[in-house]
């Protein structure tokens, strides 16, 4: 299996290359490299713990910038109360975001729902392990910020919360 230097060493050298996808397969295991067709992020997939996996993810991401739009007076004031709020409930591992615990189950929080620092917000899926999310704080959610079987970085903040 190859050690993550040679993984990032891939990374680099597929990112700098005219090939949007490549995979190698050695002793059971495979890593399998893709680019990104809007921007030079390429990512990577295969069975490793999940600090390699938040280190593989900030070495192979960029991050875009975004121009500023001008704001009009009469949409000021929803901006303002769009961004108004006191925590973030932040990611704790790499994964997928689901947000409801089965496909037909209804959502666990959507905007507006109150919430205990025990509730389950949503669930990370990382290697096949479902990990339940907890708010961590006790308010209201006044923001989702990922979507339902998105990816998710560590640290990625997936809600806002006002106390």
Do not use: W
């Not at 280190?55 to 991050?63: G, H, L, M, N, R």
């Not at 689901?98 to 669930?123: F, L």
């Amino acid at each position: 299996m190859l050690n993550i230097n040679e993984i990032k060493e891939l990374i680099q050298l597929i990112d700098q290359s005219s090939i949007d996808e490549f995979t190698y397969e050695s002793a059971g295991a495979t890593v399998s490299l893709k680019k990104n067709n809007h921007s030079n992020n390429t990512v990577a997939s295969l069975p490793v713990s999940y600090e390699q996996q938040a280190e593989i993810a900030s070495k192979a991401t960029k991050p875009v910038v975004e121009e500023e739009q001008p704001v009009k007076a009469e949409e000021a004031e929803a901006v303002v109360s769009e961004v108004a709020y006191d925590y973030e409930i932040v990611s704790p591992m790499v994964g997928t975001f689901y947000s409801k615990p089965s496909p037909e189950s209804d959502v666990y929080v959507t905007v507006g729902s109150k919430v205990n620092a025990d509730t389950v917000v949503c669930i990370v899926e990382a290697m096949k392990l479902f990990n339940e999310i907890e708010a961590e704080a006790a308010g209201e959610i006044v923001e989702v910020l990922v979507q339902d079987g998105e990816l998710v970085e560590y640290g990625q903040p997936l809600f806002r919360v006002k106390k």
